[in-house]
């Protein structure tokens, strides 16, 4: 699976659009760009996903370059409850026939600040 | 709530003690993934379970067993474990093999080795 590069840390003023990018510029054709995000101390949970067009749902958006080289995850609204640590994970799509794995790196750390 | 359980929430242990880590997801899949998280450091993947058959074991040292009874269930079973090996434990579940592979987390049990 490509490799992701995110920012270690961003902070946001709560109400604001939380704009978090991830450099994937080795992504493949048939990899998939998700989001999870991890509140402390709590087990990750998914947020959103998308291949090459732009994804929205109730939790956030996705952005994806042309080129599918970088994406941006929005939080359009961001909350304290969104503090958290966001991961970029692209992977592989497609009937795999077996379970496949996510690799998790060092991700962001978002601070909604009042 | 993420239809993934995992019990204890908290767990501490001597280095002689033997103990197990139980999850159990609701939702049908038929994956089951155990990952380790330490203090400041990325998830690392274990084990993975598709249709109770483990597909992969990440180097794990042997002091850790999982045991996957059925879809539903996972478990880790610990003995002799070292001080380093107290970290948060999260289980996961997925519809493992489809296209698009989200899995969902249980919120993990810390757990401590004395």
């Known amino acids: 699976d490509a490799k992701t590069t995110q920012p270690p840390s961003m902070d946001c003023a709560e109400g604001r659009a939380a704009n978090l990018p991830c450099n994937h510029s080795?992504?493949?054709?048939?990899?998939?760009v998700y989001w999870y995000r991890q509140i402390h101390s709590q087990g990750p949970q998914y947020i959103i996903h998308?291949?090459?067009n732009n994804e929205t749902n109730e939790m956030a958006s996705l952005i994806i370059t042309e080129d599918r080289k970088s994406s941006t995850l929005i939080l359009p609204h961001a909350t304290l409850r969104d503090t958290a640590v966001y991961y970029c994970i692209v992977r592989v799509g497609g009937y795999t026939g077996t379970a496949s794995k996510l690799t998790f790196g060092t991700g962001t750390r978002l601070q909604v600040t009042l | 709530e993420t239809g993934v359980t995992q019990t204890p929430r908290h767990l501490v242990m001597g280095m002689t003690n033997k103990k197990s880590l139980k999850c159990e997801q609701h939702l049908g899949h038929n994956a089951m993934y155990w990952y380790k998280q330490s203090a400041k450091k990325p998830l690392e993947l274990m084990f993975v379970y598709n249709f109770k058959e483990q597909t992969e074991n990440n180097s794990v040292p042997s002091r850790f067993s999982p045991e996957c009874p059925n879809s539903s269930h996972l478990f880790l079973h610990l003995h002799t474990l070292q001080p380093e090996d107290s970290a948060l434990y999260l289980c996961a579940s997925s519809q493992g093999g489809t296209p698009i592979e989200t899995q969902y987390f249980g919120p993990g049990t810390r757990l401590l080795v004395l």
């Open positions: 998308g291949l090459k």
């Open positions: 080795t992504i493949s054709g048939n990899e998939y």
